[in-house]
């Protein structure tokens, strides 16, 4: 019988290497030469085959949680977009109420401005013929 050093030179003569997945170590492919094959020798290794359904399983069970948050993300985008488009009209909507009734305000206040100055100019006028008057007797009286 050969020694194994001699075994392992010859296989590594020859390139004999075969690339499995180890589930062991948790490596995607192992490379399994004369040297690397005792180090994974109680691993238990999977057809490509069937780790590359696992693997297309797994991204299709992300992809579709991916997809899950996507579409909550754009719900919430539009709940945001309608809440915008509400305030916007609220604000538009008070902006109108409060120049309504600042232009109310401001009619009422002319109005009342109006009438105060016609009734001053009414004192102002009644003020004067009494001036006149008084003014009248106190020039007949030093006569």
């Not at 180890?22 to 069937?50: D, G, P, T, W, Y």
């Not at 206040?109 to 004192?123: D, P, S």
């Amino acid at each position: 019988m050969e020694p194994k050093s001699n075994i392992f030179v010859r296989i590594v003569q020859f390139q004999f290497v075969l690339t499995v997945p180890c589930l062991a170590m948790r490596l995607i492919f192992v490379k399994i030469i004369c040297l690397s094959f005792f180090q994974h020798k109680n691993h238990e290794f999977e057809k490509i085959e069937k780790v590359y359904d696992l693997h297309i399983e797994k991204i299709n069970k992300e992809a579709y949680i991916l997809k899950k948050k996507l579409n909550i993300l754009y719900d919430q985008m539009e709940n945001l977009e309608q809440a915008i488009k509400k305030l916007k009209y609220s604000k538009e909507t008070k902006l109108n109420e409060i120049t309504n009734v600042a232009e109310k305000c401001h009619q009422r206040l002319e109005n009342e401005l109006k009438e105060r100055l016609i009734n001053l100019h009414k004192e102002k006028k009644a003020l004067a013929e009494e001036i006149d008057c008084f003014d009248d007797m106190h020039t007949h009286i030093t006569q």
